[in-house]
């Protein structure tokens, strides 16, 4: 997970999105997931870009994007904050 204040500069401080990333039900460390430090999503990045190469597109949002990357380092998803359960679906598919 990337925090980005790149949208309307709407982010929180650094210290405080733990703590907001907890209470709104979402792993920051484990389940593989890992809450990284903020960056610039639509600029040079080179994790999003490696992403947007596979799905192309801005990212509208801070939750407008979310990628799957398998145990290869291959991008074979990407999901909305509205789509999170066909991203379980095919994190599932992935494990079995």
Same mark, same amino acid.
């Given at each position: 997970m990337y925090p980005s204040d #790149? =949208?309307?500069?709407? #982010? /929180?401080p650094t210290e405080q999105i733990p703590a907001f990333v907890k209470k709104s039900g979402l792993p920051v460390d +484990? $389940? +593989?997931?890992?809450l990284m430090a903020k960056t610039e999503v639509n600029g040079a990045d080179p994790v999003w870009n490696y992403c947007k190469m *596979? %799905?192309? +597109?801005?990212?509208?949002?801070? =939750? !407008? *994007? %979310? %990628?799957l990357v398998d145990k290869t380092g291959t991008v074979v998803g990407r999901f909305s904050a509205r789509e999170l359960d066909k991203c $379980? *679906? !095919? /994190?599932a598919q992935l494990s079995a």
């Open positions: #790149e =949208f309307g500069r709407q #982010e /929180l +484990g $389940d +593989g997931c890992t *596979a %799905f192309p +597109g801005q990212v509208q949002w801070n =939750f !407008a *994007a %979310f %990628f $379980d *679906a !095919a /994190l």
